[in-house]
C-alpha cells in the first residue's frame, strides 16, 4: 500500500496568512503513461462532508476559489492556502489516486486565530 | 443537482451485520464509479473501496475484504455495503462518494457496542 504521510498535523494562522500544507507518498504518483500525478486534497468543515479541492495534484475542482493552489510531482505535494479566510477553519486531507488501495493522508487541522 | 443519501446506519451488536444504503439522484448513475469512505469518531479518513459501473470490478481496502462487501443496483440508483462480523473498531461515520470523489453524501453513522 501506498503510506501518505502529511505534515503538520494542525497550525493555527491568523486571516490573510498563507499556509502550506505538505503531503509525502512512500511512492510515485507520477504516471509515467501521461505524466499526471494523482493525488488530491479534499476539505473538511466541522460536522461536514468531506469536499473536493484538488484533483491530479494541480487543478481545482469547479468552484474552488482561486487562493486554494496544489502543486507538486512525484513523491512531494503541498497545498498552499494564499489568504486564509475564517471559512478555510477545517481539516484538510491529501489521497492518492494511483493505485489501490487508495489512501488518504492522516489530515491537518487548520485553526484561525 | 447530485444527491447521495446514506441510511441504514444505527447501534448494532458486536459480531452482528449490517447493511448500508446510498440511494443516489441528479445524475446517471449508471455511468460512474461510486466508492464508501468511512471516519471514525474524531480521526482522518478511510477508503473502503469502490465498485465500477457494471459490478465486474470491486476494489477494497485489504483489511476490510473479507468483512465488507460493495454492491449496486443500477435499476434502483443504489449503493450498498454489507457489513458482517461487525467490531466497536467499526464504530464510524459511512459515506458513500461518486468517483472520483467529487460528490459525497452527509454520511451516516454506524456505532457497533453491546
Known amino acids: 500500500d501506498i503510506v501518505m504521510t502529511q505534515s503538520p498535523s494542525s497550525l493555527a494562522v491568523s486571516a490573510g496568512e498563507t499556509v502550506t500544507i505538505n503531503c509525502k507518498s512512500s511512492q510515485s504518483l507520477l504516471s509515467s503513461g501521461n505524466q499526471k500525478n494523482y493525488l488530491a486534497w479534499y476539505q473538511q468543515k466541522p460536522g461536514q462532508s ?3 479541492l484538488i484533483y491530479l495534484a494541480s487543478t ?6 482561486d487562493r486554494f493552489i496544489g502543486s ?5 505535494f503541498t497545498l498552499t492556502i494564499s489568504s486564509v479566510q475564517a471559512e478555510d ?3 484538510y486531507y491529501c489521497q492518492q489516486h494511483y493505485s489501490y ?3 488518504f493522508g492522516s489530515g491537518t487541522k487548520l485553526e484561525i486565530k | 443537482e447530485v444527491k447521495l443519501v446514506e441510511s441504514g446506519g444505527g447501534l448494532v451488536q458486536p459480531g452482528r451485520s449490517l447493511k448500508l444504503s446510498c440511494a443516489a439522484s441528479g445524475f446517471s448513475f ?3 464509479w461510486m466508492g464508501w469512505v ?3 469518531p474524531g480521526k482522518g479518513l478511510e477508503w473502503i473501496g469502490e465498485i465500477n459501473q457494471d459490478s465486474s470490478t470491486i476494489n477494497y481496502t485489504p483489511s476490510l475484504k473479507d468483512k465488507f462487501t460493495i454492491s449496486r443496483d443500477n435499476a434502483q440508483n443504489t449503493l450498498y455495503l454489507q457489513m458482517s462480523k461487525l467490531g ?3 464504530t464510524a461515520i459511512y459515506y458513500c462518494a461518486r468517483v472520483p470523489y467529487n460528490n459525497w453524501g452527509q454520511g451516516v453513522m454506524v456505532t457497533v457496542s453491546s
Open chain 1, 50 to 52: 468531506p469536499k473536493l
Open chain 1, 60 to 65: 481545482r475542482e469547479s468552484g474552488v476559489p
Open chain 1, 72 to 76: 507538486g510531482s512525484g513523491t512531494d
Open chain 1, 89 to 91: 477553519l477545517a481539516d
Open chain 1, 101 to 103: 488501495p487508495l489512501t
Open chain 2, 30 to 32: 449508471n455511468d460512474y
Open chain 2, 38 to 40: 468511512r471516519q471514525a
Open chain 2, 88 to 90: 466497536s473498531e467499526d
